[in-house]
């Protein structure tokens, strides 16, 4: 696995920020088509469950270092 050993928030890597950046980081995929996939998935489940989902990653992971 090329990513970081830990799950955290990128501070390169950030549209927002950095919640997606850091998942892609931390499995080696590609950010930008994490930010898609996300975004096609939160449009089909009615938006309001991605949000949700985003907010609390947000307040859960830490900021890398």
């Known amino acids: ?3 970081t050993s830990t799950l955290a928030r990128s501070r390169n890597d950030r549209v927002l920020v950095g ?14 088509l994490l930010r ?6 939160s449009a089909l489940s009615a938006a309001f469950p ?3 989902v985003y907010l609390a990653l947000w307040l859960l992971m830490p900021e890398e270092p």
């Open 19 to 32: 919640v997606v950046g850091g998942i892609a980081a931390r499995f080696g995929w590609n950010s930008t």
């Open 36 to 41: 898609v996939v996300y975004v096609l998935g």
């Open 50 to 52: 991605g949000i949700l």
């Open 1 to 3: 696995m090329s990513g």
